[in-house]
């Protein structure tokens, strides 16, 4: 299988040799860099597409139905200046969200309130650190305190409280006191489970999980949306002074929350924020969501809102020069230069310590006009202990932990609430999510040039091949034209499974002999042995996320590749040759006849007629994230259906879907 696989490749690279999409796929830890616009108009178009992008890819398009939280807040502890209270809440219908809640003593009108999302801590909210290790972090200066030192987290907590902040400090996934999907499974996933790749009852990081964009990272940037919906539900929080930080992967979702939630006024991501390294872990990958962008990106959304952030001798080292000048010009163009502000820290490794915990603190309150002395320093307390923090009691019993009933009945949940919303949608909901889960619409589609190879007189028609070259992209295509010496203006782009050699049949000479031209093409790895498999990233874990998070599924490559057909036969003038004045699509394939379905879809009304044989695909029946016809976000916008409706009243030839047509596709075509 491995040895076809790459002949496969092989062969398809020789004749596409300058096509980028020949390049090793990009992972993790690829290079991530952000140009800042040149314009504010310019970086508002941009500004909302990467917006989409993120909320698409986090199965967060359109926003799940937000159904009663059902907020239980008990056990008050009674400290110096503050208070401490144990919550859940259901984010949705049985699925538990979990954390502290902080809360200043004596609250004067209005308050902050500030959301805190911890890292790849183990047990972040609960544990308390040993002697041992706050001592060598107060050697090193990390930490102040022998007592404070023992919870970064607690820590930050309380000294936001003592301020007159409300802190809402949750658990992520499978941490503390969140025990409904394992760690095994939100941080450890390694293999493909074949009892949950089913087409019904599925469980994450299937095809289907995927198909319908679900993944752990989605139901925790979810969570946090819900997060803020609880914090702003407290009477004493001001809904103009609202603040996300958090490090590690908590800075990842500081990142997305406030590039997401427009309620977020002041962000602080930690030791995220960086052009190299993205985020390794599964909880913080997600299929779609950095194809095209990156961390920088993700950061510049925010803008010019007050944003903070660090360096630390991780990842993040070489942001002061890499990523940060590039904020700052993004700030700059806002006429807010100022509001954008970089610890350096690289002397620390990956932390968040008690100097970077000092400088949001003095960010938030120069920022917030808490009025106190700056710099704004720690002052030490009494950490609470794991029994003390816990929100299940006899009371309070914990949901049942591990469930992987649970995980499927949650994943259903979500699917049909999903369903249920974009039956009612309007068509423009539709159509985004379609040119994000593709990739790419037909106006972006980008500029296309010709080059002949070789050209022969066959009597009635010249026979054509040559070289498409999408200088936008940098992608190329082989193809191959039947154009007739009595012209009619039309041209039909022929589809075939086997590549351009598919033109070769009685179908095509019949349209060729009615006028027609026909245009032939190896859409991405045809024209060798037909991929069975398609690449991944060396990363070994079985995860969709770690290489569709960063690059084009090879359905949606093949779907671009329509698309410079179009738009060449479209927009490209070729010498004094006249322009077509018809462009019809066909496709009879079993893999392109779904992807001419996506094309015309986004294509709409540069292609008039459409000839399709759907074989009654369904992206939601791949059992494989491996196989050539998978792609994220496929069955979420209502399956293949979804997009023959975006295809509207334009007029096609539908086989697969239900009654055959009367006529057949050529006699159809020759009208």
């Known amino acids: 299988m491995k040895h076809t696989l790459l002949l496969a490749f092989f062969a398809a690279a020789l004749a596409q040799a300058e096509d980028i999409r020949l390049q090793p796929p990009k992972d993790l ?7 800042p616009p040149s314009s504010l108009s310019e970086w508002d178009q941009r500004k909302e597409q990467v917006r989409r992008q993120i909320l698409v890819s986090q199965g967060l398009w359109p926003m799940p139905t937000k159904t009663p939280l059902n907020a239980v807040i008990h056990g008050k502890i009674e400290r110096e200046g503050y208070t401490i209270e144990k919550v859940y809440f259901e984010s949705a219908p049985g699925f538990f969200v979990t954390g502290s809640l902080y809360r200043p003593t004596n609250p004067k009108g209005k308050v902050p309130g500030v959301m805190f999302a911890h890292g790849h801590w183990k047990d972040a909210r609960l544990s308390l650190s040993t002697d041992d290790v706050v001592r060598r972090e107060i050697a090193t200066g990390g930490e102040r305190f022998e007592r404070g030192g023992k919870s970064i987290f607690q820590s930050l907590c309380v000294q936001l409280a003592r301020m007159g902040c409300v802190v809402w400090q949750w658990d992520m996934l499978s941490d ?26 599925w469980g994450l990081y299937s095809p289907q999980a995927e198909s319908h964009l679900q993944s752990i990272m989605g139901l925790q940037t979810w969570n946090a949306v819900r997060g803020l919906d609880f914090l702003l539900s407290l009477p004493e929080v001001d809904p103009e002074r609202t603040a996300i ?21 002041l962000s602080f991501p930690c030791v995220m924020v ?16 950095r194809i095209n962008t990156g961390n920088i990106e993700f950061a510049g959304l925010f803008a010019p809102k007050p944003q903070g952030m660090n360096t630390a001798n991780d990842w993040t080292k070489e942001l002061s020069t890499k990523g940060f000048p590039d904020l700052q010009k993004l700030y700059a163009t806002h006429g ?21 915990r000092s400088a949001f603190y003095t960010f938030l309150n120069k920022h917030f006009k808490l009025g106190f002395p700056s710099p704004v320093i720690e002052q030490d307390y009494e950490p609470l202990t794991k029994e003390q923090l816990t929100v299940w009691d006899e009371k309070h019993p914990a949901p049942k932990a591990a469930d992987p009933e649970f995980e499927r009945k949650l994943l259903k949940y979500f699917t049909e609430d999903s369903n249920k919303q974009l039956r009612d949608a309007d068509p423009q909901i539709l159509r985004q999510a379609v040119e994000v889960v593709i990739g790419r619409s037909y106006d972006k589609a980008g500029t296309v040039e010709w080059e002949l190879k070789d050209k022969q007189d066959r009597g009635d028609h010249l026979e054509m091949t040559g070289t498409l070259t999408n200088k936008t992209h940098s992608e190329e295509l082989n193809v191959a034209w039947l154009y007739p010496k009595q012209w009619n203006g039309r041209v039909i782009i022929w589809l075939d499974d086997a590549g351009k050699s598919g033109i070769a049949n009685k179908q095509v000479k019949e349209l060729v002999a009615g006028g027609s031209a026909v245009l032939g093409v190896d859409l991405l790895f ?13 990363n070994p874990r079985e995860f ?44 009879f394939g079993s893999q392109t006849g779904p992807i001419a379905v996506a094309a015309r879809a986004l294509a709409g009304e540069a292609v008039e007629r459409a ?24 069955s979420k916008y209502l399956d293949l259906p979804g997009m023959i409706d975006l295809q509207g009243p334009h007029l096609r030839w539908i086989k697969g879907e239900g009654k055959d047509p009367e006529s057949s596709a050529v006699e159809w075509l020759l009208k």
């Open 29 to 35: 830890n690829g290079y991530f860099p952000f140009n």
């Open 176 to 201: 503390s006191d969140s025990v409904q999907i394992p760690r095994e499974i939100v941080h450890t996933f390694a293999k493909q489970r074949p009892e949950s790749n089913t087409t019904e009852n």
């Open 245 to 265: 930080t958090g490090a590690s992967g908590g800075g990842t979702q500081t990142m997305l929350l406030a590039a997401i939630d427009d309620r977020i006024k």
């Open 274 to 289: 960086s052009t190299s390294m993205q985020g390794g872990c599964t909880c913080e990958n997600s299929s779609l969501l």
């Open 336 to 356: 807010k230069k100022d509001n954008v502000f970089l610890l350096r820290g690289e002397h620390f490794p990956h932390n968040y310590n008690a100097v970077t």
């Open 526 to 538: 045809q024209g060798g042995e037909p991929v069975k498999q398609t690449r991944v990233v060396a």
């Open 544 to 587: 969709a996320g770690y290489t569709h998070g960063y690059n084009h599924a090879l359905f949606a490559q093949r779907t671009h590749d329509v698309l410079t057909l179009i738009t060449f036969l479209r927009n490209t003038k070729v010498g004094d040759h006249p322009s077509p004045k018809n462009v019809y699509l066909a496709a």
């Open 611 to 634: 000839a399709m044989d759907t074989h009654g695909f369904r992206f939601g029946k791949v059992l494989d994230y491996r196989d050539p016809m998978f792609l994220p976000g496929g």
